[in-house]
């Protein structure tokens, strides 16, 4: 099973930063076993290019505005057939309905895909994360460990079921 841990967001506009900011964290202390861990910043059209690859499922790490408290995180699983492109893509951005709609064009079959976000407080321009989505820093990495295991782990379950084992 092939798993892409992908951090996302702009580290001069503060709280955007919170997805390469767990990538880095991930990178650091070892990432899951067989999983790719990628931090793309604003490169939208490097992902979308990546998403040609075989790629069994996506967890994509970034700032999230959903209207909770600031370093609140989310688990999102976006219907990716759902989203609509509003704007071009950019190949120095990362609009994620874009990048998916390049990958499309480019003809890239999506994986599943998981969405780990954090409620920022600030998106100004500037670098650093706010007190509370820095503290949010460390369990955004543990879900993503939880995560990446639990996939594995129904891979392997749907594996032994389709050869008779279970």
């Known amino acids: 099973m092939t798993i892409l841990v992908a951090g996302v967001g702009n580290i001069f506009f503060g709280d955007d930063g919170f997805g390469p900011a767990v990538v880095r964290r991930l990178l ?4 899951p ?19 040609l690859e075989p790629i069994d499922r ?6 999230v505005q959903r209207g909770g408290e600031p370093g609140t995180l989310y688990v999102v699983e ?20 874009a990048v998916f709609a390049q990958a499309r064009a480019l003809g890239a079959v999506l994986p ?12 100004d321009e500037g670098m650093g994360l706010s007190m509370p989505v ?16 639990r996939e594995r782990r129904s891979a392997v379950e749907s594996q032994n079921r389709q050869e008779g084992w279970a």
Request: hydrophobic fraction near 45%; aromatic fraction near 4%; proline fraction near 9%.
């Open 28 to 31: 650091r202390e070892g990432p």
């Open 33 to 51: 076993p067989g999983t790719r861990v990628v931090d793309y910043g604003i490169r939208g059209l490097h992902l979308a290019y990546e998403l």
């Open 58 to 63: 996506l967890v994509i790490v970034d700032a």
């Open 78 to 97: 976006p219907d990716l057939d759902e989203l609509e492109m509003r704007e071009a893509p950019d190949a120095h951005g990362m609009h994620l309905p």
């Open 112 to 123: 599943p895909t998981i969405i780990v976000g954090c409620e920022p407080l600030d998106v």
């Open 134 to 149: 820095a503290r949010a820093v460390d369990a955004a990495v543990s879900w993503v460990r939880e995560i990446v295991g």
